[in-house]
């Protein structure tokens, strides 16, 4: 941790004595009758973004702010002050002969940081500031702790993260992120609804931790005595929905895998399948590519969007490219020639690829792909035909059965998501479990495992079906020009602090 965060998180001597001042504050508040707790309400009737944004309407009107005050400055028998709503901040006046004398006294003791309401009129200061010149000025709530030293401006990224509230309250750009992540799942939830899709939601705790390749979170249900996993996808309780006649379904939910952190990467993280009935994994990249344009319109202004260093353009045709042939492009490799698990360990020996003894020809293909291709795709490109043996629930390509029909798409160098022409043979999926038991009972703790309810929904009969999930974190960084995972997390996975350091 930070010297600035130690020193922030954990109060000092000036803190504990500003702390103790502040409650003595509230004592003389609730000795006099006045404690602002007892206070339920406070009616708002405009935010201060609006009253500055539209001032020709407001000047003059009578309006009800509230927020937290976070400037204050007393002149004799006049002060100003900043108060901040979840729309911005706006200065208001407060003289002593407008809201009285008793309640300018008050005044003059609030502190930085307390939350107040402002009722009064709107004019523009002889420096040309909009203001709201006060006629009632209200203590809603004392706060006893006093902000950072660097509020103006919170820049450790420790106490950011794991005070959040602090980074709301000081940072405006942080708040901006996060409305706009609200508005990319809005129209994320209006674009689906425009193709007829319905949100569903479903387990959280399950049996078998399957859909994905990855380490589940272990835990106990102790009224039933059984073991439960934490759900790493939301893969396989839908494709029982589509089974049961739903055809078109989506859901948007947290999943847990038990993995690193990273900036990409937290082990609790918003993940959106959706699954279409009687489409294939064609039908997924037309609709992946009409939803990342229409959110780029819609949320950012444009189809040209800003990351980092790069330009994207969301509007252009996506690019599609073959595994196979994204490593013959970047790596100079042609997998198309390597027809055996020896040959194609061979060939990573030669270019340095690390693999393990119980790797094949398809997961040597992958870590090919992932060592020399991943990072050069930064405009956007659909990966296609993945190797059947990673791709355990997904249909086979009748051309060539060695590959499935799936693909990813990349952005910026990143996976956004991952779809599949999905696999309805129930004869074919049972053993495709069977090789991911083989490969968990090898000490894979990423491996699938066989789902004998899911098994017998397909032997119901599952139709023809186009499948996608989409890394909503991961979209949300990329629409808001956030550098990691936790500037679009409102609470981050952190590691929890020691007694000293608390």
């Known amino acids: 941790m930070s010297e600035e965060a130690k020193n922030n998180q954990k109060p000092g001597k000036d803190t504990n004595e500003q702390i103790e001042i502040r409650k003595g504050k509230l004592a003389d508040l609730q000795a006099a009758g006045k404690d602002p707790y007892r206070i339920t309400k406070f009616d708002v009737s405009d935010h201060s973004t609006d009253i500055k944004e539209h001032f020709e309407d407001y000047d003059g009107k009578t309006v009800s702010i509230a927020g937290r005050m976070m400037f204050k400055r007393v002149m004799g028998k006049a002060s100003f002050c900043n108060v901040n709503d979840r729309r911005g901040s706006i200065q208001c006046y407060v003289a002593r002969d407008e809201i009285g004398e008793e309640s300018y006294a008050d005044f003059k003791k609030m502190d930085v940081g307390d939350i107040v309401g402002v009722k009064g009129y709107v004019f523009k200061t002889k420096t040309g500031e909009i203001s709201v010149h006060a006629a009632e000025f209200t203590l809603l709530s004392k706060s006893l702790r006093p902000l950072p030293e660097k509020f103006h401006g919170l820049t450790d990224t420790e106490i950011r993260y794991r005070r959040r509230y602090l980074d709301l309250m000081t940072n405006p750009e942080v708040r901006e992120t996060f409305e706009k992540r609200s508005e990319i799942l809005r129209e994320i939830r209006n674009f689906l609804a425009g193709r007829d899709f319905m949100e569903v939601e479903t387990p959280m705790l399950v049996e078998n931790a399957g859909g994905a390749a990855a380490r589940p979170f272990v835990t106990h ?144 293909i992958n870590l090919f792909f992932d060592a020399f291709c991943e990072e050069k795709m930064i405009q956007p490109t659909f990966i296609m035909d993945h190797p059947i043996e990673i791709s355990p629930l997904t249909k086979k390509k009748p051309s060539d059965p060695r590959y499935v029909e799936r693909f990813e798409l990349y952005i910026n160098g990143w996976e956004m998501c991952n779809a599949y022409s999905e696999l309805n043979d129930p004869i074919d999926q049972r053993e495709r479990f069977a090789e991911q038991d083989k490969l968990a009972a090898a000490g894979d703790e990423e491996a699938n495992h066989t789902d004998e309810d899911f098994l017998m929904a397909l032997e119901y009969g599952m139709p023809p079906t186009g499948g996608i ?23 981050p996975t952190l590691k929890s602090l020691s007694k000293e350091d608390q």
């Open 221 to 364: 249900y102790n009224a039933l005595d059984e073991e439960r996993k934490l759900r790493i996808s939301l893969e396989l309780y839908l494709k029982r929905l589509i089974v049961g006649g739903m055809e078109r379904v989506f859901e948007i939910g947290r999943v847990f895998r038990n993995e690193g952190v990273d900036t990409k990467h937290n082990p609790e993280f918003t993940l959106m399948e959706l699954y279409q009935a009687y489409t294939d994994y064609n039908g997924m990249m037309e609709l992946t590519e009409s939803m990342f344009k229409y959110l780029a319109e819609k949320v950012c202004g444009s189809d040209v969007i800003t990351y980092g260093d790069h330009e994207i353009d969301l509007g252009k045709p996506f690019r599609k490219l073959t595994m196979i042939d994204a490593i013959k492009e970047y790596a100079g490799v042609d997998f198309n020639t390597i027809e055996t698990d020896e040959e194609a360990k061979a060939i990573a020996k030669e270019k340095g690829v690390e693999f393990e003894d119980r790797h094949k020809r398809g997961d040597i």
């Open 469 to 491: 999930g989409y890394g909503i974190d991961r979209l949300c960084m990329l629409l808001t020009n956030a550098p990691s995972i936790r500037d679009v997390l409102l609470f």
